[in-house]
């Protein structure tokens, strides 16, 4: 059992962590000894804040895309920008519905600060997830490469950081999965519209 001290000095015990606490204190732990795990994990939630960091990557293709003159990868590049920011967006709407708060347990260790104090779902999971998906369609890579080296890392440092429950990186993730989906069916829409 853990404990703490009050305000006089005296230890009080805490009772045993359960659930998704006792999961985020295990990663902590794993984690403890190793600062270049905690400064990766830090330099990820700088760029995946409010999506910025994908946003540039989008731009960037988009500007290459335009450049060369191709307008399908013009607007699959915009694609990938609209939808990390339409993910990002649903996800800061449904925190606001559902208003669960972030970790909180004095034995959690938090790493970064954080816009706000609602956890569910995790923002950077939810753009994180649509802009792998959008930016490896959009760079023309076999489907699950880029999500499969962007989403893992990124779920993970919000649970080394301990600013969210397991469950909001995955509700994260599969909202931003759909968010992706809708982007994708709107453009073969468009595409298909526009070889009538």
């Not at 970064?112 to 997830?129: D, E, G, Q, R, Y």
């Not at 909001?168 to 994708?184: F, H, K, T």
């Amino acid at each position: 059992m853990s404990s703490e001290s009050t305000e006089t000095g005296a230890p009080v015990a805490l009772p045993p962590a359960r659930g998704e606490v006792a999961a985020l204190l295990a990663i902590q732990r794993a984690v403890a000894d190793k600062p270049e795990i905690l400064s990766a994990a830090r330099g990820l939630s700088h760029f995946g804040e409010h999506s910025l960091g994908w946003l540039a990557i989008a731009g960037a293709g988009a500007l290459d895309a335009g450049r060369r003159g191709d307008t399908a990868a013009l607007r699959r590049w915009a694609g990938a920008g609209v939808g990390a920011f339409g993910a990002h967006a649903a996800s800061v709407i449904i925190k606001r519905v559902v208003r669960r708060k972030r970790p909180h347990d004095s034995r959690i260790r938090i790493g970064v600060s954080t816009p706000s104090k609602l956890s569910f779902p995790s923002s950077h999971a939810t753009s994180t997830t649509a802009a792998a998906i959008l930016i490896g369609r959009a760079a023309s890579l076999p489907a699950p490469v880029v999500p499969a080296l962007l989403v893992p890392p990124m779920l993970a440092s919000r649970l080394v950081l301990g600013v969210h429950y397991p469950t909001d990186v995955l509700a994260g993730a599969a909202i931003g999965a759909a968010s992706a989906a809708a982007v994708i069916a709107g453009d073969t829409l468009f595409a298909d519209d526009a070889r009538r």
